[in-house]
């Protein structure tokens, strides 16, 4: 036997003492419900990391705003003079 045999055929015992038992494998993985777990606070972290970054890229969009119009603000008036006219 191969190895390339051998560890299918080991593959093949371990995945079945994890589908029938639903126990963890010999490598110490959790078991579905632990997965599931594990992907419901994964989901949680997530959903906190997009409500985080919509919520900075509200206030970034705020603070471009205000301070586009504070520039506006700060720019003096454009001068008005009147010619001289010769004569």
Same mark, same amino acid.
């Given at each position: 036997?191969?190895?390339?045999?051998?560890?299918?055929?080991?593959?093949?015992?371990?995945?079945?003492?994890?589908?029938?038992?639903?126990?963890?494998?010999?490598?110490? /993985?959790?078991?579905?419900?632990? =997965?599931? #777990?594990? +992907?419901?606070? %994964?989901?949680?972290?997530?959903?906190? @990391? /997009?409500?985080?970054?919509?919520? =900075?890229? #509200?206030? +970034?969009?705020? %603070?471009?705003?205000?301070?586009?119009? @504070?520039?506006?603000?700060?720019?003096?008036?454009?001068?008005?003079?009147?010619?001289?006219?010769?004569?």
């Amino acid at each position: 036997m191969s190895i390339d045999e051998r560890i299918r055929h080991l593959a093949r015992e371990e995945a079945g003492r994890v589908l029938e038992g639903g126990c963890t494998p010999a490598g110490g /993985a959790p078991d579905t419900a632990g =997965l599931q #777990q594990q +992907i419901t606070d %994964l989901h949680e972290h997530l959903h906190m @990391a /997009a409500t985080t970054i919509s919520r =900075l890229e #509200q206030r +970034i969009d705020a %603070l471009e705003k205000t301070a586009g119009q @504070a520039d506006q603000e700060e720019q003096p008036p454009a001068r008005r003079t009147t010619r001289k006219t010769a004569g």
